[in-house]
């Protein structure tokens, strides 16, 4: 178990090995993805297809998914899958908005983000824009549960404490999703995933699981 005594206020020291050993929980979950993934995808099929529509019918030249490189587990990089919620020339427009960014740290959240589409403001309120990551779940990449994948250039600006975050596997929601999500910086999300990751188990998952279909029905304050 590493020490990092003095970079941040209130201090989480994961112990890696005894993560890395959780084969018991680990194999469960992995079969609660699956299960729980493509359920979702057989169920909320008729909801993807109009929320393809809606995207096409507002920006017919547009795509509909939007795939970006992220990092899970360990630094592994793989392709996250999201219904477009900006306009297609988002990342190259990100530059001029960082100055904007209402967030601390190694993440950038901006609340009234021009580069966002109509449909967009919509599918982002209800958490609809990520139902996409469930294929992503299916394939291992990520878990229905755990830290948000962070993108590479965010994790080159993470101290050793920070990197704590990639001993497990990204998830679509987590604990901080469910508590003040845009709410926090970028501290206070790291040690809300670190919190997760000490306590997680498949109970507390299912209970997160359960928390965010509440908030896609009232939402938190996603944007």
Same mark, same amino acid.
């Given at each position: 178990?590493?020490n990092f005594e003095g970079e941040h206020g209130h201090l989480i020291q994961l112990d890696k090995?005894?993560?890395?050993?959780? @084969?018991?929980? =680990?194999?469960?979950?992995?079969? +609660?993805?699956? %299960?729980?993934?493509?359920?979702?995808?057989?169920?909320?099929?008729?909801?993807?297809?109009?929320? +393809?529509?809606?995207?096409?019918?507002?920006?017919?030249?547009?795509?509909?998914?939007?795939? &970006?490189?992220?990092?899970?587990? #360990?630094? =592994?990089?793989?392709?996250?899958?999201?219904? =477009?919620?900006?306009?297609?020339? +988002?990342? &190259?427009?990100? +530059?001029? %908005?960082?100055?904007?960014?209402?967030?601390?740290?190694?993440?950038?959240?901006?609340?009234?983000?021009?580069?966002?589409?109509?449909?967009?403001?919509?599918?982002?309120?209800?958490?609809?824009?990520?139902?996409? &990551?469930?294929?992503?779940?299916? #394939?291992?990449?990520?878990?229905?549960?755990?830290? #948000?994948?962070?993108?590479?250039?965010?994790v080159e600006q993470y101290s050793e404490y920070d990197k704590q975050r990639l001993y497990v596997?990204?998830?679509?929601?987590?604990?901080?999703?469910?508590?003040?999500?845009?709410?926090?910086?970028?501290?206070?999300?790291?040690?809300?995933?670190?919190? @997760?990751? &000490?306590?997680?188990?498949?109970?507390?998952?299912?209970?997160?699981?359960l928390k965010t279909v509440k908030i896609m029905v009232l939402p938190n304050g996603a944007y």
């Amino acid at each position: 178990m590493e020490n990092f005594e003095g970079e941040h206020g209130h201090l989480i020291q994961l112990d890696k090995t005894e993560i890395d050993h959780r @084969y018991v929980y =680990r194999v469960t979950k992995r079969m +609660a993805d699956i %299960l729980f993934s493509v359920g979702g995808i057989i169920v909320l099929s008729p909801l993807f297809v109009l929320l +393809a529509v809606a995207i096409k019918l507002e920006e017919p030249s547009g795509t509909i998914l939007y795939k &970006q490189e992220r990092l899970g587990r #360990r630094g =592994r990089k793989f392709l996250i899958y999201k219904f =477009r919620s900006m306009c297609m020339d +988002a990342d &190259q427009k990100l +530059a001029q %908005l960082k100055k904007y960014n209402e967030v601390g740290g190694a993440m950038f959240k901006m609340k009234h983000d021009p580069r966002v589409t109509r449909v967009g403001r919509l599918i982002r309120k209800f958490s609809l824009d990520e139902l996409p &990551q469930l294929f992503n779940v299916l #394939r291992g990449e990520m878990s229905l549960v755990g830290p #948000r994948p962070p993108l590479p250039h965010e994790v080159e600006q993470y101290s050793e404490y920070d990197k704590q975050r990639l001993y497990v596997i990204p998830g679509c929601t987590g604990l901080w999703q469910v508590s003040a999500r845009n709410e926090v910086g970028f501290e206070e999300m790291v040690e809300l995933d670190l919190k @997760y990751i &000490q306590k997680s188990n498949l109970l507390y998952d299912f209970t997160l699981i359960l928390k965010t279909v509440k908030i896609m029905v009232l939402p938190n304050g996603a944007y």
